[in-house]
C-alpha cells in the first residue's frame, strides 16, 4: 500500500504539553500536508510543505520535512483542549493525494 | 462561499437497496474526488474529476460504485446494489489541482443493514 503512516496512532497530553507526531511515506512527493479531522467532520486543511523545504511554521504549528528519511513531522506547541481531534499527513504524488493513517490527539483541560 | 456541501448528510438504507450521494464543489474548483473512510482502511481516494472528466478511478472498489459529473457544480456518487461492506463515511473535496490543498465537505455516513 501507499497510505502514508502516522506515529503514534493516539496521543494524550495535558493543555499546555507540546504535541509531536510522525508520518513517513514510501514515494517521491511533490509535497506534503497536514490536515485535521474534529470528530463527525470532514478533514480541515492545515499546513503545506513542499519537497524542496526542510521546515515551516504557521502559528503554533511546526511542521518538518526529510525527503532523504521520507518523514516528516508536525508539532502543536502549548496545546488546548480545542486541539483535541485526528491529524492526518498526506503526501502529494503521482498526481493525487495520498492519506496517512491519522494520529488521534486529546488534549485535556 | 459555502465550501463544498454533501448530501444527504447521513443515510440508512438495506442491503440490495439503490444508493445515490451527492456533492457541489466550490464554485472555481476544478477537481472533485470522493474519498471513503472506514476505520479499518482509513482514508481511501475512490474516484477524481478535473473539469468535469474521470481522471483516476482506480480506487472505486467494483462495479456496484459509479460515479459522474454532469457539470462543474454537481457529482454524484451511486452504489448499486449497496452491501453492509460500504457502510462508512463518504467525503467528497474539491481542489484547483489533484495534489495541493483540497477543501472538504461534511461527509455523508452511510449504513447499510
Known amino acids: 500500500s501507499q497510505q502514508g503512516e502516522e506515529d503514534p496512532q493516539a496521543l494524550s497530553i495535558q493543555e499546555g504539553e507540546n504535541a509531536t507526531m510522525n508520518c513517513s511515506y514510501k514515494?517521491?512527493?511533490?509535497?506534503l500536508q497536514w490536515y485535521r479531522q474534529n470528530s463527525g467532520r470532514g478533514l480541515v486543511h492545515l499546513i503545506l510543505?513542499?519537497?524542496?523545504?526542510r521546515e515551516k511554521h504557521s502559528g503554533r504549528l511546526r511542521v518538518t520535512l526529510d525527503t532523504s528519511k521520507k518523514s516528516s513531522s508536525l508539532l502543536i506547541t502549548a496545546s488546548r483542549a480545542a486541539d483535541t481531534a485526528s491529524y492526518f499527513c498526506?503526501?502529494?504524488?503521482?498526481?493525487?493525494?495520498?492519506f496517512g493513517t491519522g494520529t488521534r490527539l486529546l488534549v485535556s483541560p | 462561499d459555502a465550501g463544498v456541501i454533501q448530501s444527504p448528510r447521513h443515510e440508512v438504507t438495506e442491503m440490495g437497496q439503490e444508493v445515490t450521494l451527492r456533492c457541489k464543489p466550490i464554485?472555481?474548483?476544478?477537481?472533485l474526488f470522493w474519498y471513503r473512510q472506514t476505520m479499518m482502511r482509513g482514508l481511501e481516494l475512490l474516484i477524481y474529476?478535473?473539469?468535469?472528466?474521470?481522471?483516476?478511478d482506480s480506487g472505486m472498489p467494483e462495479d456496484r460504485f459509479s460515479a459522474k459529473m454532469p457539470n462543474a457544480s454537481f457529482s454524484t456518487l451511486k452504489i448499486q446494489p449497496s452491501e453492509p461492506r460500504d457502510s462508512a463515511v463518504y467525503f467528497c473535496?474539491?481542489?484547483?489541482?489533484?495534489?495541493?490543498?483540497?477543501?472538504f465537505g461534511p461527509g455523508t455516513r452511510l449504513t447499510v443493514l
Open positions: 473535496a474539491s481542489g484547483t489541482t489533484p495534489y495541493n490543498e483540497q477543501f
Open positions: 510543505i513542499r519537497s524542496n523545504e
Open positions: 474529476f478535473n473539469n468535469n472528466v474521470p481522471i483516476d
Open positions: 464554485s472555481g474548483h476544478d477537481y
Open positions: 498526506a503526501y502529494g504524488s503521482f498526481q493525487k493525494l495520498v
Open positions: 514515494t517521491s512527493i511533490n509535497n
